[in-house]
C-alpha cells in the first residue's frame, strides 16, 4: 500500500488512507540562503532566509557570516542583528524560532557600505533544541451527511499523525436521538493510525432532524461529524431548482438548473413554463428536459429570456408526472442606460476581456524573434491576469518596469461601454508570511502584527482606492485573492512558518474582502489549491471550515464571495480524459493506489472543483458561488491519448494513460513538457455546472521562480532541475523544472513560453 503523500503546488497537503513507515532517529540541522534583494550604492537590504533541512523540530536558529568589506548594521527585522567588527550574527525572533523540519523563516537588514559589497564568503546556521510535534487531529470524512429514516449512513475517521501508543477515539452523539452511531468507540495503532476506520450512522423509523456526533481521543484535535435525518421518499424523486430566484436585465438571460433528488426508476420528462406574472420573461431553452436513472443527478439547464421593454416578477412552473411540481421566481429589471454598476452574476458574460499592455508587449517582441510566430503571437490576443504581487506594482513603474493599476483601469475603461464593459482581471498577493511553504515567491511584508497593519494600510487600502475611483465606470474587475494562502491553513499547521502566518492571513484576507466588495463591480474569487493538494479527502473535508471563518467574518458574509479559482498557477490537468474511474482495479489495485496518485482519487481539476463545490455547498456556501480553473498551463499537449493502454501494473497503467507529464504530482515550478490549456471561456461546460469560466491566471512565459546556485543564494530548491522533491514517506523524485534555465520569479522566460505554444492543447 503505498503512503498518501505529502503534496503542494505551492505548499504540502497531508494525505490519508497510508500504513505507517518505520521510525529514524530525527536530526537538527539548519541551513541559511544570503541574498542581496535591493542595493542603492551606498546601503543594500540583505536578506536571510533560513529553513530547517534536518529531520527533527527546532526551538531557534542563529546565524552567522563574515564580511570582507566596510557593510556596517543600519536596522534588521525578523530577527536580532548584531555585529562584532566585521562578523554578523542573527538570532531568531520570538515567533519564528521554533522550524518543523522542512520549515523555513526569513529576516532580513539594511546596511551602509562604501566601495564594492561582496557577499560573504559562507554562511552558518546553528539550531537550537527540538521539539516534539503534536499529536496532531482526528480526520472525518465526510464531515456532514443526510440518513433517510429506516437507513444507514457512514462515514470515516482516521489520524493526521501517529500515536506513540495505541490511541482510543471514543464517539459521543448530541441532538436527535433517532441517529445512532456504531461502533461506538475505534483504536487506532502506530500502524494503522491513518488507514480509515468506518463507522455506521443508523436511523430509526420516526426520527427527523439533526445529531451531532463529536469524536475524541486523547492529545487529538476533536473532529465533529453533523447527521441529519430525513424522511423518506418512499423511492419517489424530489424535484430540484437552483437559484429559486433571480433578477435578469431586459434584453438578457438567465440560467436555472433543474435535476432530480435520487433516481428514477425509468426516465422522466420534465417540463418548466411560465405559470403567472410578467410575459416579458419566458423560457427560450429547456421546456423539456429528460432524466434517466443514470443522469438524474446532472442538473440541465433551462434559459429565462427577457424582452427588451417587460418589467416585474413572474412565476415559473417546474412538473413531472407523479412528481410534485416545484416553483422559481424571475424577476425582469430595466436596464441601465448611464453610470450604472449592477454586480452580476456571472462578471464573464456579455463584458469584452481587457488585455494587460505589459503581457502583450511580451508576447509580441518574443514571436517577432522567433520569426514572426503566429501561434506565439496568438497568445497575446487572451487575457492574462494582472499580478499585484508586491506593493510597488500598485503604482508601477520604477523598478517594476509594470504599468501602474490606476492607467491599467483607465485603458480599460476607456474601451469598455454601458452595453459591453471591460472585463479586468487582478491577482492579490501581497499577504503578511506570504507563501508559508515555499521559498519562490516569499512576499516582502512579514508575518507579524505589524505587517498586518501595512499589508492592510499600503496595499490592500492603496488598490481599493483606486478601483473605487473607477466604480461606476464600464469595467467589470475579477480580484483573485490571495493564492496559496487558505489551503495552507487547511494543511500546513505542521511548519511553524505557516501556523504563524495563520492568524495574518486569515484577518488580511477577511479585511481585504470587505474593502474590495463594498465596491459593486469588483468580485472576489478565492484561491483553493487544486486537486493534487486539497483533493484528499481528509483535506477536503477540513477546507469549509477554513473558509467559512474568514468569509463568516466579513461584514457582508458569504456576498463578499463570488466564488473560487482552482489551480492557479499551476499545472493540473482540467480532465484526465481516459483517467475517470479512480477505483477501478488494475492488477487488484485500484487506480487512485499509484504512486502518482497516492490514494487521492481527484485526477483532475473537474472532478476536485465539482467534488469541493458540493462539499462547501453542503457546509453552508451558496450554490450560486462557482470556480474558474486557471487553463494557462495545463493543456499537456500537442495530443492526447485516447484510447486505453492496457497494462497489469497500476503504475504502468497511470504513467501509460495519463496526459499530466510531471514525474510528481506535486511538482510546481517551471515544469518541462508543459503546454497552454485551453484558452479562456466564459461558461466553458454551460450554465448548470460548477464551474463558471476557464481563465489564465498566470500569464505564459512569466517564471515561476529561481534556485539557489554557485553565484546567488536566493530562490527555492523544488525550481532546481538538478534539484528533488520528495512526498513526505521516503520517495524521491525530479522536479521536473526546465532544465538549462534559472529565471526569477515572475520574470519572462522565454524557452518556457516557446514549449508552452509547441504543447498547447488544443493547438494555437
Known amino acids: 500500500m503505498v503512503l498518501a503523500a505529502l503534496l503542494a503546488a505551492l505548499g504540502l497537503a497531508v494525505a490519508s488512507g497510508a500504513v505507517a513507515v518505520p521510525a529514524v532517529a530525527a536530526t537538527s540541522s539548519c541551513a541559511a540562503a544570503y541574498s542581496v534583494p535591493n542595493d542603492w550604492g551606498s546601503g543594500f537590504t540583505a536578506s536571510l532566509a533560513v529553513t530547517n533541512n534536518g529531520t527533527a523540530a527546532i526551538t531557534g536558529w542563529t546565524v552567522t557570516y563574515t564580511y570582507a568589506g566596510t557593510q556596517t548594521l543600519s536596522s534588521g527585522w525578523n530577527g536580532t542583528w548584531t555585529q562584532s567588527g566585521k562578523t554578523v550574527t542573527v538570532t531568531n525572533a520570538s515567533y519564528n524560532g521554533a522550524l518543523a523540519a522542512g520549515a523555513s523563516a526569513s529576516a532580513g537588514a539594511n546596511f551602509n557600505y562604501t566601495g564594492t559589497n561582496a557577499a560573504p564568503a559562507s554562511v552558518t546556521c546553528t539550531p537550537a533544541g527540538s521539539v516534539t510535534p503534536p499529536p496532531g487531529s482526528i480526520n472525518a470524512t465526510p464531515a456532514s451527511l443526510n440518513v433517510t ?28 436521538t433517532g441517529l445512532t452511531a456504531s461502533p461506538a468507540s475505534l483504536t487506532f495503532t502506530p500502524a494503522n493510525f491513518s488507514a480509515p476506520q468506518t463507522v455506521t450512522v443508523t436511523a430509526n423509523a420516526t426520527g427527523t432532524g439533526t445529531t451531532t456526533f463529536t469524536a475524541t481521543g486523547s492529545g487529538y484535535t476533536a473532529a465533529t461529524i453533523t447527521a441529519t435525518e430525513v424522511p423518506s421518499s418512499n423511492g419517489t424523486p424530489s424535484l430540484m431548482v437552483t437559484p429559486a430566484s433571480q433578477t435578469i436585465t431586459q434584453g438578457t438571460t438567465g440560467t436555472v438548473g433543474i435535476s432530480l433528488s435520487s433516481a428514477p426508476s425509468s426516465n422522466v420528462t420534465v417540463s418548466v413554463a411560465r405559470t403567472s406574472g410578467n410575459t416579458g420573461l419566458s423560457v427560450t431553452a429547456g421546456s423539456s428536459l429528460t432524466f434517466t436513472p443514470a443522469n438524474f443527478a446532472t442538473a440541465q439547464s433551462v434559459t429565462i429570456t427577457a424582452d427588451s421593454a417587460g418589467s416585474g416578477a413572474a412565476t415559473f412552473t417546474v412538473s413531472a408526472s407523479g412528481l410534485t411540481s416545484v416553483t422559481f421566481a424571475a424577476t425582469e429589471a430595466a436596464a441601465c442606460t448611464s453610470n450604472c454598476t449592477t454586480h452580476v452574476a456571472d462578471p464573464y458574460t456579455g463584458a469584452k476581456p481587457y488585455l494587460n499592455p505589459d503581457f502583450v508587449k511580451e508576447v509580441q517582441a518574443q514571436a517577432s524573434a522567433d520569426g514572426n510566430s503566429a501561434a506565439e503571437a496568438a497568445v497575446g490576443t487572451y487575457q492574462t491576469a494582472i499580478w499585484l504581487d508586491q506593493i510597488a506594482a500598485i503604482n508601477g513603474g520604477g523598478t517594476t518596469g509594470r504599468t501602474g493599476l490606476q492607467q491599467q483601469l483607465t485603458n480599460a475603461a476607456a474601451q469598455g461601454t454601458t452595453a459591453i464593459p471591460s472585463l479586468v482581471e487582478i491577482v492579490v498577493y501581497d499577504l503578511p508570511g506570504r507563501d508559508c511553504a515555499a521559498l519562490a515567491s516569499n512576499g516582502e511584508i512579514p508575518a507579524t502584527a505589524a505587517g498586518l497593519t501595512e499589508y492592510e494600510s499600503q496595499y490592500i487600502d492603496p488598490i481599493a482606492s483606486i478601483l473605487s475611483q473607477f466604480a461606476s465606470s464600464p469595467i467589470r474587475i475579477v480580484a483573485i485573492i490571495e493564492p496559496d494562502s487558505l489551503p495552507n491553513v487547511v494543511t500546513n499547521q505542521s511548519k511553524s512558518a505557516c501556523a504563524t502566518a495563520t492568524p495574518y492571513y486569515e484577518t488580511g484576507i477577511t479585511y481585504a474582502l470587505n474593502k474590495l466588495h463594498a465596491i459593486p463591480n469588483v468580485y472576489n474569487y478565492l484561491d483553493i489549491a ?37 489551480d492557479t498557477a499551476n499545472y493540473t490537468p482540467t480532465q484526465e480524459p481516459l483517467l475517470t474511474n479512480p477505483t477501478l482495479s488494475v492488477g487488484g489495485q485500484p487506480v487512485d493506489s499509484a504512486t502518482f496518485y497516492q490514494y487521492n482519487p481527484t485526477f483532475d481539476e473537474l ?3 465539482t467534488q469541493m463545490y458540493n462539499t462547501l455547498v453542503s457546509a453552508g456556501f451558496p450554490s450560486s ?26 503504475n504502468t497503467y497511470v504513467t501509460d494513460n495519463k496526459i499530466d507529464k510531471r514525474p510528481f504530482r506535486g511538482d510546481w515550478c517551471n515544469q518541462n513538457n508543459a503546454g497552454i490549456g485551453a484558452r479562456p471561456t466564459d461558461q466553458p461546460l454551460g450554465g448548470s455546472s460548477p ?74
Open 149 to 176: 429514516q429506516g437507513s444507514t449512513g457512514t462515514f470515516t475517521l482516521a489520524l493526521s499523525s501517529a500515536p506513540t501508543a495505541n490511541e482510543t477515539v471514543s464517539i459521543a452523539a448530541s441532538g436527535n
Open 530 to 566: 487544486h486537486s493534487a493538494w486539497l483533493g484528499w479527502p481528509s483535506n477536503m473535508s477540513g477546507t469549509p471550515a477554513v473558509y467559512n471563518t474568514v468569509v463568516k467574518n466579513t461584514t457582508a458574509g458569504y456576498a463578499s464571495i463570488d466564488g473560487f479559482i482552482s
Open 607 to 609: 472532478t476536485y472543483d
Open 625 to 650: 458561488k462557482k470556480f474558474l480553473i486557471d487553463t494557462s498551463r495545463n493543456g499537456w499537449g500537442p495530443t492526447h491519448p485516447t484510447t486505453i493502454t492496457a497494462a497489469s501494473d497500476v
Open 691 to 764: 464551474i463558471l469560466a476557464y481563465v489564465w491566471t498566470k500569464p505564459p512565459g512569466e517564471s515561476d521562480g529561481d534556485y539557489p546556485t554557485s553565484t546567488h543564494s536566493h530562490g527555492d530548491p523544488h525550481c532546481d532541475p538538478s534539484g528533488t522533491n520528495t512526498d513526505g514517506n521516503g520517495g524521491t523524485y525530479s522536479t521536473g523544472s526546465i532544465p538549462g534555465f534559472d529565471v526569477p520569479a515572475g520574470q519572462w522566460y522565454a524557452a518556457e513560453f516557446q514549449m508552452l505554444v509547441k504543447n498547447a492543447f488544443p493547438a494555437l
